[in-house]
């Protein structure tokens, strides 16, 4: 009898040891000072709310997400960016090189949501839950044109295309593996009895990039969804994509089996909106406008294929280094402050590229009736120098000064001090931002905090440095992805 218990209790330990709790920590989460995530049994819709940042999984790309004149765009950005604020947290973006791992890295928690023009599969369901549809599309042959195929006519050109998937019999067509095109060319191929040659592609390889390969002659077939295929095709003349060869599919958002809360907030989400018409809208932006994703495509400031972010980055980088900030972060700040509009004026008096005040600029001796760009940028770093040479003497790490002195540029620096002196006070770091000074900034505006006698400057609105702060992070969190992913994409074509 003892011998059978044995047995039992060593399988169960067996057992449970198998049957650990998946854990999500998300980047960042270890260095929080409070509330700390990092050792949650899963991340779902509370915790979410709690970090204050939906995660993004996504590629880079002319529809699902990019940088334009110094803005994110893209369709899932701005749909999930929108979900985001309905809920009260920012959206981060991380942006998946190598697309065929993207359910994989959902899986592991380095994000809360996967979103790339998914296509709703039974296989893919079996790893992933998917929210309810955004839209219905179908996949589509993508095959060029021959060289003289605007001096024939209509039939003669179709004669000389691929018009029916019984003709991709022994063919060779271009997909990536982890795609559902790659599915459904291996379900295409049985129902022809005809055996499709699918050659596998890197899954760092995008499909407009795929579709590029048609047009430069590299490949002659690969595979797209349509309402993709009709934009990318808007940028070659010789691309055909008129052969259907799936019928319609649903496409969604996939989110982890842990996350039940968070899967319906975006339904009930999507729901509403699509009632209030918002998400036609949309998609019409960034899949039937087919004039604007040309201008974007052929723009310097596109991040695919320009790489620049504003008319003033060369500016922008020769004042950067006088405060040793990365120049993209300095762009960032440029571009929360005026949109990169040298004219843009706040109704406060705020002028110019990086809003200086009349008080400020007279400091700087500059004025403000008539201010050129460069001139803005220099008194807005000298500002920004002055302020961080007074936190140097607290602060050694430049880049821990960084939020520090962002507010300070937006509020002044006599309520960040204060907030700091608040912190000591209660025992926390005066010298660390998150959960630390930050905390007691976003509660300046109580009177219990603003009235203490270790208050100078009174009454602030926190809420608002707290998020300029946050806003300016991530915006240059993202032009840092772009630029990388722009320098990675010239330096491996």
């Known amino acids: 009898m003892w011998k059978k218990y044995k047995i039992l209790f060593g399988l169960i330990f067996l057992l449970t040891s198998f049957l650990e709790v998946k854990k999500c920590t998300?980047?960042?989460?270890?260095?929080?000072?409070?509330?700390?995530?990092s050792n949650i049994e899963h991340r779902d819709l509370d915790q979410i709310k709690k970090s204050k940042k939906l995660v993004l999984l996504t590629e880079n790309s002319s529809t699902t997400y990019f940088i334009y004149k110094g803005q994110p765009m893209g369709y899932e950005y701005e749909m999930l960016n929108a979900f985001a604020q309905s809920i009260g947290v920012e959206l981060d973006v991380v942006v998946v090189r190598n697309v065929d791992n993207i359910f994989q890295m959902l899986d592991s928690c380095e994000g809360d949501i996967a979103a790339d023009n998914l296509t709703i599969t039974s296989n893919r369901r079996k790893d992933v839950e998917f929210a309810s549809p955004l839209f219905n599309t179908r996949q589509v042959l993508v095959q060029r044109k021959p060289d003289n195929w605007n001096k024939l006519m209509p039939l003669q050109l179709e004669s000389l295309l691929v018009k029916n998937p019984l003709q991709l019999g022994e063919k060779q067509v271009y997909v990536r593996k982890g795609s559902s095109f790659y599915e459904r060319l291996k379900d295409l191929s049985n129902e022809i009895g005809g055996k499709i040659e699918v050659i596998e592609t890197p899954g760092t390889e995008t499909t407009e990039e795929l579709i590029g390969d048609v047009a430069k002659g590299k490949i002659d077939f690969t595979i797209a969804d349509e309402n993709v295929a009709r934009i990318i095709a808007s940028y070659y003349d010789n691309i055909d994509i008129s052969t259907p060869i799936s019928f319609p599919q649903k496409i969604a958002w996939a989110t982890r089996r842990e996350s039940p809360e968070l899967l319906t907030a975006i339904n009930e989400w999507i729901i509403k909106e699509k009632k209030k018409g918002y998400n036609d809208v949309v998609y019409g932006k960034y899949f039937i406008d087919k004039k604007s994703a040309w201008n974007r495509q052929n723009s310097e400031y596109f991040s695919l294929s320009g790489g620049k972010i504003s008319p003033y980055d060369d500016m922008i980088k020769k004042y950067s280094v006088k405060i040793g900030w990365d120049w993209k972060l300095l762009a960032a700040q440029i571009y929360q402050e005026s949109q990169f509009n040298p004219e843009a004026r706040s109704w406060s008096g705020a002028f110019g590229l990086m809003q200086l005040l009349p008080s400020t600029a007279a400091k700087y001796n500059i004025d403000t009736t008539n201010m050129s760009p460069e001139?803005?940028?220099?008194?807005?770093?000298?500002?920004?120098?002055?302020v961080d040479g007074y936190f140097a003497k607290f602060i050694s790490d430049k880049n821990t000064r960084i939020p520090f002195d962002l507010a300070s540029y937006d509020v002044g620096a006599g309520h960040i001090i204060d907030a700091r002196n608040l912190a000591s006070k209660y025992g926390l770091d005066p010298n660390k931002w998150e959960n630390n000074v930050a905390y007691f900034l976003l509660n300046e505006s109580l009177p219990q905090y603003y009235n203490d006698p270790i208050v100078t400057f009174g009454y602030c609105r926190g809420q608002e440095p707290y998020q300029y702060v946050r806003e300016i992070m991530n915006r240059y969190s993202m032009y840092s992805d772009q630029i990388a992913y722009q320098y990675t994409a010239k330096t491996n074509p």
């Open 26 to 37: 998300l980047p960042g989460a270890k260095d929080q000072v409070k509330d700390d995530y």
């Open 375 to 386: 001139a803005s940028i220099a008194a807005g770093v000298a500002y920004l120098k002055e």
